[in-house]
């Protein structure tokens, strides 16, 4: 049965994956009773220290582990079924590409990985060349291509057949600071066509630019989790943005700005926000003494 419109993109619910241990070696929890679900049409960012299980989930979802407890859905078809993974297209961190094979060649060939074939096929092969940024290195060899380049030419693969879901794990790693505003800026107009993207990074400011959600996991558990804005927001603190205001007007602000004339305005009144990389960081120093 076909999902319906308001179906989740991606529904984790009480996942837990055990690790069984080998030679002597204890059984280890990736991930512990996790849930969390991405929204059609966000950018969620999943992010967390080396070892807190996100890449154990992703790859859950993916359909490419099998979970233990719990169960894991894309646009309301399990996990574990083939047709769930129709609607997703997936960048690991360190994509491996035929280095004899020019930008088109390799479009083609995961195009008809995907069942793609003839003009529909180049035409979309070239449309993705277009949309990342590689119309001018379509014949040149992959093997010779940057590595932002490479992770362009990912993304490109994996939009090939219009997924739906786009999972990327690690995107800008080992990119340059221009290859990697790149990449952020197609994040963005993925958004903007509609596709659902599934992110986890290091860098953590980076995501900070891109993702409506993030969910910070340590130690296989959930723990912050919500809209960027909302988690990033320092709750006891008020800050008052004001364009052209005078010295005078700042020294006594509160008695002044309602009365002030000329071009002084208040901009923006709310939380000051603290850094995604500040919030991480707290969010997991608070669970360390939770270790098992």
């Given amino acids: 049965m076909p999902p319906s419109a308001s179906t989740s993109a991606v529904s984790v619910e009480n996942l837990t994956k055990v690790f069984k241990g080998h030679l002597g070696r204890k ?93 529909r096929l180049r035409a979309r092969a070239r449309e993705m060349l277009a949309l990342t940024g590689l119309e001018d290195a379509a014949e040149r060899r992959v093997g010779g291509y940057s590595k932002g380049m490479l992770q362009r030419i990912g993304l490109a693969q994996a939009l090939i057949h219009e997924p739906r879901l786009l999972v990327l794990d690690e995107p800008t790693a080992g990119v340059d600071p221009a290859g990697s505003r790149k990449i952020r800026d197609l994040i963005i107009e993925f958004k903007q066509r509609g596709i659902t993207v599934l992110v986890t990074s290091h860098l953590l400011e980076q995501l900070q630019e891109v993702c409506d959600r993030v969910g910070i996991m340590s130690h296989g558990r959930m723990v912050r989790e919500g809209r960027l804005d909302e988690l990033i927001a320092v709750e006891n603190q008020t800050e008052i943005v004001l364009e052209e205001a005078s010295p ?8 002044l700005v309602a009365a002030e004339g000329g071009g002084s305005r208040v901009l923006q009144m709310g939380n000051p926000r603290t850094t995604l990389e500040r919030l991480f960081l707290k969010a997991t120093d608070d669970t360390s003494s939770d270790a098992p």
């Fill in 27 to 119: 059984s280890f929890v990736a991930v512990r009773e996790l849930s969390f679900t991405v929204a059609a049409g966000e950018v969620y960012g999943l992010i967390g220290p080396n070892g807190s299980g996100k890449s154990t989930t992703m790859k859950v979802v993916l359909g490419l582990l099998a979970a233990d407890e719990g169960r894991t859905q894309i646009f309301g078809r399990d996990s574990t079924t083939v047709q769930s993974r129709q609607d997703v297209g997936f960048l690991p961190e360190n994509p491996y590409f035929y280095k004899h094979l020019t930008g088109m060649e390799t479009l083609l060939f995961y195009g008809r990985l995907c069942g793609l074939g003839g003009g």
């Fill in 248 to 255: 005078e007007l700042l020294a006594r602000i509160r008695a």
